[in-house]
């Protein structure tokens, strides 16, 4: 609730209780019944009774709910502390970025702080019985996650009141000092408060779901893919739509994928062939820009001409983004960077956090903040959300999520960015343009790559022997990197996909888009189309683009006609 909305009252929720969802039998129970009831009471609705808006609403909530549905049916097939994504390392993340706009939500704060042994304790307790269904992670995540609950809350850090949470949480305070709504007093109370349940409620939360889990460990009966579980291709099926917006069967993946991987090959072989001394250019780059604020502003201008500004959905004040860096605490556990979506009521301020261990510089930093800002997420999330609020489309939408969407966007605008790299870099790197290429080439190569394996792991069931053999045919020969990568890609199924399928499925959706308008295409036109009519699946995209230009192709009928 709080990082959805700032304001409640703002969406007629004049009061809600701060409560982390513990888990029960009964409440999945309950979840199953309430999805079915939607589900009957959308399938009762009269779609033509309906504006445009609603009904593209209406058609998003049903094939989303209706893809729910299924992952409902397979419950246990969800891992809640995968190493790299689960709760034990994003939830001291989100409690480090709960915003204080007041009072009342410095309490909430510590009452959720209070209900985390209970919330573990749900997540143990459904460990349990996935366990008994035979469905438990292998022996080598739960070492991993083992660690992490080991190091994440460090207990010498928080008994010197020096843990992220600490000071994060005293740097918030001190804001809503500075804005006269906080006094010494009780300032001093909140942080001792803070401290009290960090070191006797969370710390010892943490210490016993390790423990849990070290009584469940060899409880796991496949180190493999989903395909080697009963209904794991069903559920990789569910996931591949639910996680990447793409509706297209398995093989047609496939194809799609393997098209792009040959002729990204091919495109790169032919450069390093004609430029051969680029293989044997030193490590260390030069960029014109090395501080991240500077390259933010740099590709805010370059996007100027392909992408709609945010002044034509603005109304008053221009979005903010503030650079921040990950704790050390967490720096093993986090993505090289990432967004963090601001509530909709409230979506001036925005972070972008880096991973200094990861430590991007030059090109690599650029084409991030391509990735994580302008025009990625940042630039998406707030022209998007401000086009709703300006349109009125139902707010429900905005809680839907379309990872393939959002992320094959991030993915798309960050290939990109190395053109505006190759043009910011002509004259002071010879070489740019074509090394820049190589750089974009073989990200892409890597990706999909990375997805092929995807597939071939949790739907054809490939283990990691025949993972080897696929990256050493391209030159991926390191025993322990190809374990790491088939670690990670079973640990976090789709993931990879999320991005590049999704990346691929918007240049399908922009070819149809030049066919249909002909002409009339311009890059600006179908990211202003893309921004206007998502977050969605790509479905339903397509289904917008085509409805868009018979629209405009009878608008401009009736034009000539008068």
Known sequence: MHYTVAYPSNYGL???????????????????????????????????K?????????????????????????????????????????????????????????????????????????????LKDQSAEGLFMPDYSVDKVIRQCDTIMDAALLESETHFLNTTFEDRLDTLMDKGLLTEEEKARYL??????????????????????????????????????????KYYCYLMRSNTGSYRDIEEIKMMLFRDFNSNLEALSALLQKNPHLTALPDT?????????????????????????????????????????????????????????????DIRENVIYINQKDNPKGVE??????????????????????????????????????GGYVEGWAMYVEL???????????????????????????????????????????YEGAGYSQIYQMFSSVGISSPAATRSIYEYIVEEPTTYLKYYLGYLEILDLKKEAR???????????FHKFYLENGPADFTNLHLQLKKAAAFGNFALGCCLLS
């Open 50 to 126: 309906l504006n445009d808006s609603d009904s593209y609403t209406y058609r998003l909530l049903l094939s989303y709910l209706e893809n729910e549905q299924e992952g409902m049916e397979l419950y246990y097939y969800s891992n809640p502390l995968s190493p790299s994504s689960g709760t034990q390392s994003q939830l001291p993340i989100l409690l480090a970025e709960y915003t204080f706009r007041c009072k009342q939500d410095v309490e909430d704060y510590l009452e959720l702080l209070d209900q985390t042994d209970t919330y573990f304790e749900g997540i143990a307790n459904y």
């Open 285 to 345: 780059e030069t960029f014109t820009y090395t501080k991240p604020a500077d390259m933010l502003k740099n590709l805010q201008q370059k996007i100027s001409d392909d992408f709609p500004a945010l002044t034509e959905v603005t109304q008053g004040e221009m979005p903010v983004c503030t650079i921040k860096f990950i704790s050390k605490s967490l720096e093993d556990y986090c993505s090289p960077a990432f967004y963090l979506t601001p509530p909709l009521d």
């Open 14 to 48: 004049a009061s809600y209780s701060p409560v982390l969802p513990s888990y029960s039998r009964e409440r999945q129970e309950n979840s199953s019944r309430e999805l079915v009831s939607s589900l009957k009471f959308l399938h009762g609705l009269n779609e033509r």
């Open 192 to 233: 001792s408060e803070n401290s009290r349940l960090l070191t006797t409620v969370m710390l010892p939360a943490y210490q016993k779901l390790g423990d849990e889990l070290l009584l469940l460990k060899g409880s796991g009966t496949n180190e493999n893919g989903l395909s080697h579980y009963p209904d794991g291709q």
């Open 365 to 402: 930093l650029y084409t991030t903040l391509a990735h994580e800002g302008y025009p990625g997420h940042l630039y998406q999330t707030v022209y998007s959300e401000l086009y709703s609020q300006k349109t009125n489309a139902a707010p429900i939408r905005s809680i839907l999520n379309y």
């Open 515 to 525: 066919q249909l308008w002909g002409n009339a295409y311009s890059d600006y036109r």
């Open 416 to 458: 990109k960015s190395y053109d505006y790299a190759k043009v910011l870099m002509k004259e002071e790197m010879p070489d740019a343009e074509t090394l820049y290429e190589v750089y974009k080439l073989d990200r892409q190569i890597q990706l999909c790559l990375y997805s092929l394996a995807d597939i071939a792991i949790h």
